[in-house]
Nanobody
Framework: EVQFVESGGGLVQPGGSLKLSCAVS????????TVWFRQAPGKEREGVSC????????YYVDSVKGRFTASSDNAKNTVYLQMNSLNPEDTAIYYC???????????????????WGQGIQVTVSS
């Protein structure tokens, strides 16, 4: 059984930072990419960032490039999403997900990962 433990969300003021963590178990770490999605109220779920540690590759949606950084601790099967310069448009539930394909496919809008965490709230507000 694939399991996710997400943490690090919360309330932050505009311009602030948060670091999300996602510990994954139940899969072969080197075979998978881990993807962060988010869903804001009334909006569709969108891919935010992806990391495939075995290929040392990352991918970001344009709206977060230069502000968000994905990283991993392979010894802990954990990925992180450092989010800087947050703005109210970043407010959403953030989900950690995993699948075997390379990162780009998850941002096509036509394919979503097989495995999902429960989601964690990020609120950017003054």
């Amino acid at each position: 059984e694939v399991q996710f433990v997400e943490s690090g969300g919360g309330l932050v003021q505009p311009g602030g930072s948060l670091k999300l963590s996602c510990a994954v178990s139940g899969l072969i770490w080197d075979d998978y990419a881990t993807v962060w999605f988010r869903q804001a109220p009334g909006k569709e779920r969108e891919g935010v960032s992806c990391i495939r540690p075995s290929a040392d590759s990352t991918y970001y949606v344009d709206s977060v490039k230069g502000r968000f950084t994905a990283s991993s601790d392979n010894a802990k099967n954990t990925v992180y999403l450092q989010m800087n310069s947050l703005n109210p448009e970043d407010t959403a539930i953030y989900y950690c997900a995993a699948d075997i394909y390379d990162c780009e496919i998850y941002f096509s809008g036509h394919y979503y990962p097989d495995y999902w965490g429960q989601g964690i709230q990020v609120t950017v507000s003054s």
